[in-house]
């Protein structure tokens, strides 16, 4: 319903100025927010009762003859004010929007679809490597005893070879005996400990897993990292069979022309033990900054099954069966390597710098898309 039109008492250009001031002031006022276009195009437009029809009735017809023209002037700017209003109303975002989601012929929103993170990718492949070879994925906890990580590992209470692995502990652990002391596992070869206590050999088994330093994060250290475990005991497990195994490994996450050179070292848990290097994938061997001028990469640890720790996997079976002897190691010899899952990826793709893989930057992660 529309209102009364106010009486027009004075023709004179000041009053009607102030008139129609006061009418273009309430259509702008309307358009600021407009609901329903065609209401508003009645409200005003309409031919019998809308307000520039009942304006013409109400202040045209009674003016005096000198005002009729300064009147039928501004009454025809408001008209074309009116008109512009609603046109660029129109053309709103609201309304643009409104179009738009009606037009079939746009192409739809593209949502990129996730992918694996770069270390994923990588840990997925070296597992992959020896799931063809028959191994099987076994999981352990981060948060360890003592025993698991240390202990039963042959790293003994106090001794030198645990400050190789600088260890976040749990607080409030003092109380218990040291072998249940819970701590932040430093590497995933607690899960050989816990498999082989579990079952009895053949085992062959990878071990992908988040493991913790108190290393200070630089270019190539972070507190937090990743390894993947090896395990492979059965009869007859020699030396040849672990060098075997793991130069096919190199040569399917590196290339067939990678090389694999074995170099003497030393895990409380292995004997003899080995580091293993890899030719250097970015001079092909002749030496270059990446290889530090040597032609060679060191990628990973590994060794035969030290007797020692057959010793305690067999300790523990034989409180659930004291005739246990699945692990003499006169009749079971076995291997195990543990690798570092950030130094491969590093070297797959050539990153000099760890924190990379934890930035969370899009521009780093969209290369491995
Ligand atoms: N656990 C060792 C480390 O983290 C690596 C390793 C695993 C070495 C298995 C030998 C055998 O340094």
Redesign the pocket.
């Known amino acids: 319903m529309n209102e009364a039109i106010f009486p027009l008492l004075d023709y004179d250009e000041t009053s009607l100025d102030a008139a129609f001031i006061a009418l273009a002031e309430e259509v702008r006022s309307e358009i600021a927010s407009l609901q329903d276009r065609e209401a508003f195009r009645l409200r005003w437009l309409g031919r019998k009762q809308g307000r520039l029809k009942l304006i013409g009735d109400a202040w045209l017809k009674s003016a005096p003859a000198d005002a009729r023209k300064p009147l039928g002037i501004r009454f025809n700017q408001l008209k074309q004010q009116i008109e512009a209003a609603l046109a660029t109303a129109s053309a709103s975002p609201r309304a643009a929007e409104a179009k738009a989601s009606l037009d079939i012929t746009l192409p739809g929103t593209v949502r990129a679809p996730g992918i694996a993170h770069p270390l994923l990718k990588t840990m997925h492949e070296i597992v992959a490597v020896f799931h063809r070879l028959g191994y099987s994925t076994a999981l352990g906890p981060q948060v360890e005893s003592d025993f698991y990580n240390f202990e039963a590992l042959n790293f003994p209470p106090n001794h030198p070879a645990r400050d190789t692995q600088d260890t976040l502990l749990l607080a409030g652990q003092l109380a218990k005996p040291s072998r249940d002391r819970l701590l932040m596992r430093t ?1 995933t ?1 607690p899960v050989q400990v816990r498999t082989m206590i579990a079952q009895a050999p053949p085992i062959r088994i990878v071990v992908p897993g988040k493991v913790h330093r108190n290393d200070a994060a630089d270019a190539t250290h972070s507190p937090v990292f990743h ?1 993947v ?1 090896g395990l492979c005991v059965d009869t007859n497990i020699a030396f040849s069979d672990l060098k075997g195994t793991l130069d096919h490994a190199m040569k399917a996450l590196f290339g067939s022309n990678v090389k694999t050179r074995f170099f003497p070292s030393f ?1 409380p ?2 004997e003899p ?1 080995a580091d293993v290097q890899i030719s250097c994938i970015f001079c092909g061997g002749k030496g270059c900054r990446k290889c530090k001028h040597s032609g060679w990469i060191e990628l990973l ?3 035969m099954v030290d007797p020692a720790v057959f010793a305690s996997v067999t300790a523990e079976r034989r409180k659930l069966d004291p005739a246990d002897d699945a692990y003499n190691p006169e009749r079971v010899t076995g291997f ?3 690798m570092g899952v950030e130094r491969i990826a590093m070297v797959q793709h050539g990153i000099s710098d760890i924190g990379q893989f934890y930035s969370g930057d899009m521009r780093f992660l969209e290369q491995f898309a």
Do not use: D, K
């Open positions: 590497h070869s390894q475990e895990f848990f292995t033990s640890g590994c060794g195990a390597f543990g």
